[in-house]
């Protein structure tokens, strides 16, 4: 089976940070992934991540 994305939902706290949820569907399964972005020397980091 092959993973693939459903509903995405993003909100921007403040400039330089994303906060985002995403629905991934696995058959029939699905999972929640929530994650918080920063934006350090140029490039996205991954400061929190879950996975529900």
């Known amino acids: 089976m092959v ?3 459903g509903s995405v939902f993003t909100s921007e706290p403040r400039p330089g940070a994303v906060e985002a949820s995403v629905t991934v569907y696995v ?4 999972i929640a ?3 918080r972005l920063e934006l350090a020397h140029g490039r996205w980091r ?3 991540m879950g996975v529900l």
């Open 3 to 5: 993973p693939h994305p």
């Open 27 to 30: 058959g029939r399964r699905a």
């Open 33 to 35: 992934v929530a994650m």
């Open 46 to 48: 991954a400061e929190v």
